[in-house]
């Protein structure tokens, strides 16, 4: 094994819990309008126009 930084096991069980709808919302709109994941993607602006459709979705 490598040397190094290590994920503690209360690292990792926290980046293995459930994300919530209010962690996505919460985040989702707190972004800048212009921003998106990757160059020619959508932006934040559109899933925020479009989050009454897309949150239900993501939610199911």
Do not use: C, Y
């Amino acid at each position: 094994m490598e040397e190094g930084s290590m994920v503690s096991p209360e690292q990792r069980a926290s980046l293995l819990t459930s994300i919530t709808m209010e962690e996505v919302n919460d985040v989702e709109f707190h972004i800048d309008n212009e921003k998106a994941p990757v160059p020619d993607d959508f932006g934040a602006l559109f899933f925020k126009r479009s989050w009454h459709t897309i949150g239900v979705l993501w939610g199911s």
